[in-house]
Each structure stands twice: as C-alpha cells, then as structure tokens.
C-alpha cells in the first residue's frame, strides 16, 4: 500500500516527513511494547502505537520500519521528531484509536508483519 | 563475502542505568559503522535490534554497564557487562515473555519480557553469564558470510 493510501485511510495529519509518499509499505505492526515490535517486525513497514517515547523512533530505526503512526492524536515531543527527521523516518498522527486505525489498513489489504 | 577491512574496528560504550532518552546510542553508532561498511542489510538489522535490546537491559535493570563491539571481516562480536541486580534462573529469564519488569518500565514501552529472546534470536552465537548481586554479562557473535 502507497504511503499516501495510509494517510488517506486514516484521516492522518504529517509531523515528520522524509518518504516519498507513492513508496509502497509492506505491512504493518500495532503494539505499545517496542521488544514486541523487534521480535515480529518486517523492513519497510509501519508501526502503529500509542507510546510516544523516543523509544520508540530508536525502535524503528534499529528495525528498519520506515513510518510510525501515533494514535488518539498522540503528539510527540520536540527532540522525537528531531531525531526522526535525523533518523529519516516518517512521523504521521491520527485520531484514530489502536484497534481502528489496524482495523481500517488491514482491511484496506495492508497485512500484519507477523502474516497471522 | 568478507568485509574488506585492514583491522578490526571496536567501539566502546558507557551505559548507564535510567537514561531512557538517551537509549540507544550505541546501537545507532554500531549500525552506522556497518551501514558505511556496506554489510547486508539483514545482518545489520539482526546485529542492531540485539544491541539495542541489550543496551535497554542495563537501563532498565542496572545502575551502570558496559558495551563494546569488534568488527572483524568474518564476524561482528557485541559484549555487554553490567553492575546491576543479576539474574536468579536464566532458563525462566530466557523464556519469551517473562519479565520482572515494574509497571513504570511496561509504561515507556518495555518489559515485554522479548528483550533476551530477541537477542538470542539475533545471534549466531549466544553467551549470557549472571551472578546474583553482582551482575550480567553477554557476549553475541553474528557471522558475516
């Protein structure tokens, strides 16, 4: 799926830019635990959560996703997005909840990185 | 293939315990090392994901620790050593999900009880050492093809 098709689908605003918005994301991963997100991730996939620590921006560079999605409008602080942008990696916020926003993608034909 | 390098390159970290912001730091060096090395990007993940984790035990668990990694044409080698707690029953630390983790850490996002799981799955090579009051050590080996 099209960056640009996730954003649509969620109704979701842009805080850190760095893809090009037809880059294709595989799939994607929900959780609030980032170990979770390390043991299941795929590369080039989105993370949906709910936490915003700058955990989680190190979590997805280490994994190689290339966008996370905060939930519930959650906006992060100052130096998280100063380090995704370092980090390049795509920052993007939706009033959705966890379960809609994985909801709406995943019916939208966006699979989970675990394939189940 | 083997890295193409004169000598091993080695880094060295001080960790110290509590400094969530900050976390990471080492793993973030040792993935650009081997990005700029033009390792597989795979390998690099692997090496990265288990450096991570590693680095956010002694954060999380020890009041300070200590983090190298060698880079050697056939191998990359991370160990870790920490002046923290210990680990009573490393088979029950080893099982995924299990954690002693308090709820302030399971807030920012860890305690999952995947931290070691996930380093073990990483590595080629495995070695983890505790003694009860003193500390935990490390050591993970990825093989570069």
């Known amino acids: 799926m099209k960056l640009h098709e996730i ?110 | 293939m083997a890295l193409d ?15 969530f912001d ?14 700029e090395l033009g390792v597989e990007e795979g390998i690099i993940r692997r090496a990265s994901i288990a450096t991570f984790e590693a680095e956010m035990n002694v954060i999380i668990y020890a009041a300070a620790g200590r983090l190298s990694f060698l880079i050697t044409p056939t191998y990359i080698e991370i160990k870790i050593e920490d002046m923290g707690p210990g680990i009573e029953d490393l088979d029950q630390a080893m099982e995924e999900g299990y954690s002693t983790a308090p709820d302030w850490v399971r807030d920012m996002g860890w305690g999952a009880g995947m931290g070691l799981p996930n380093m073990k799955k990483n590595s080629d090579e495995f070695k983890i050492d505790s003694v009860v009051g003193e500390g935990t050590s490390i050591e993970m080996i990825m093989k570069l093809p």
Not at chain 1, 49 to 65: C, D, H, N
């Open chain 1, 7 to 116: 954003i649509e689908i969620l109704g979701a605003s842009i805080i850190v830019n760095t893809l090009d918005m037809d880059m294709q994301i595989q799939n994607a991963c929900s959780a609030d635990m980032m170990s979770t997100v390390m043991y299941y991730h795929t590369a080039n996939s989105l993370l949906i959560t709910g936490l915003s620590q700058p955990s989680v921006v190190r979590t997805a560079e280490m994994a190689g996703i290339k966008a996370i999605v905060f939930v519930l409008d959650k906006a992060p602080a100052d130096n998280i997005v100063e380090m995704a942008k370092e980090k390049n990696i795509t920052l993007l916020k939706t009033p959705n909840c966890m379960y809609t926003a994985s909801g709406k993608l995943f019916q939208s034909g966006l699979p989970s990185c675990l394939g189940k």
């Open chain 2, 5 to 19: 390098i004169e000598k091993p390159i080695e880094g060295n970290f001080q960790i110290i315990g509590g400094e």
């Open chain 2, 22 to 35: 900050t976390a990471g730091g080492a793993s973030s060096h040792l993935k650009s090392k081997l990005v």
